[in-house]
């Protein structure tokens, strides 16, 4: 008996389960009630005890190994069934979704809301001259109103800056266009500014320009109150405040009512509630000829306002350094499911 046990285990061993109909078949012959296994364990009982231990122990094997040959095929054919469920066209679902960064909403929602009125957009270099950063803009060398903006120079080409503001694609613009005018400049500026949670050696401001015929300080105040009005809600009050800047004349600065509930509150405003928003004015005729346009025909206004500060208002940031630090922990609540 032990020779035809050792030849069965060769064959099972031997024996390759390809398909349903290999396993069958398989199953006839050596599981079923008249298959070999049977025949085997009937045949075990009729021996002696003496040889009972040993070849019991081959004939569990056997059958250990005939009912694994059998499982490995039903495992194989499960997988096949998972891979046919799987469909390799479909389009893959992310679990890590981008957000856009704040500034950058912030900066998008401010151009539609000057894009429904008629604004366009025009950008700048970065890489500024002297000319378009200052010069053009009334600020000739050695006027005071430059040290209001510390500058990065290139040191080989002192002719060579980092522009400071937006205000230079105005000159820009003019240069290249005849009024009307309505744009709108959005982009990066510098300033040698040590980094706090307040201040930053790089930023974002959008320019706003708008040159016709009988553009009055009315027209100013008004593009101003939409504006205020679409960005942070219908109940802010605003107010204008008299200010200086070289390339407008009159000139203000715009606040708007924060309020002094919190702690926060009385520290941003300086105790008062308001805060200011933006620069804006009636653009000086000095300008105007510079860019080529005559003041004695046209008219216009301009503002100028930083992105950052508007975001920490709007979306309550107290720190300016959080929008380059690119720190997902903050980016990741601008996502948008
Ligand atoms: N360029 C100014 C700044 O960076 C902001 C500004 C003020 C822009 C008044 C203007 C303006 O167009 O009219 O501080």
């Not at 122990?57 to 694994?68: F, P």
Request: aromatic share 10%.
């Amino acid at each position: 008996m032990q020779e035809k046990l050792n030849k069965t285990i060769n064959d099972v061993n031997n024996t390759i389960i390809h398909s349903n109909e290999d396993a069958i078949n398989f199953q006839k012959v050596y599981l079923s009630k008249k298959g070999i296994l049977n025949d085997l364990f009937n045949e075990f009982k009729a021996l002696p005890n003496s040889e009972k231990k040993e070849v019991g122990k081959l004939l569990n094997q056997l059958k250990v190994m005939a009912l694994g040959k059998l499982k490995s095929l039903q495992k194989s054919e499960n997988t096949k069934k998972e891979q046919s469920k799987i469909d390799l066209t479909m389009p893959a679902i992310y679990d890590q979704v981008g957000a856009t960064h704040p500034l950058t909403k912030v900066q998008d929602q401010i151009i539609s809301v000057f894009k429904k009125v008629g604004f366009g957009l025009s950008e700048g270099p970065e890489i500024e001259d002297d000319w378009h950063n200052f010069s053009a803009l009334n600020m000739p060398k050695d006027h005071p109103a430059r040290d209001m903006q510390d500058t990065f120079f290139i040191k080989i080409d002192p002719d060579v800056l980092l522009r400071t503001h937006t205000s230079s694609v105005q000159i820009r613009y003019m240069k290249e266009n005849t009024p009307p005018i309505r744009i709108i400049s959005p982009g990066r500026v510098y300033r040698k500014e040590d980094i706090s949670s307040r201040a930053h050696c790089i930023f974002h401001q959008i320019e706003g320009l708008y040159i016709d015929k009988d553009v009055s300080f009315s027209d100013l105040k008004k593009m101003i109150a939409y504006f205020v009005e679409s960005i942070f809600g219908k109940e802010v009050k605003t107010r204008f405040r008299p200010s200086f800047f070289p390339f407008t004349e009159p000139s203000a600065e715009v606040d708007i009512y924060w309020g002094l509930k919190t702690e926060t509150d009385y520290r941003i405003t300086k105790g008062t509630g308001w805060l200011e928003i933006m620069g804006c004015g009636m653009v000086d005729p000095n300008v105007l000829e510079n860019a080529n346009i005559d003041p004695t025909k046209f008219s216009g206004f301009a503002f100028g306002m930083g992105i950052e500060r508007i975001t920490m208002l709007l979306h309550q940031i107290d720190d300016l350094r959080l929008f380059f630090e690119n720190d997902l922990r903050f980016l990741k609540q601008f996502q948008v499911n």
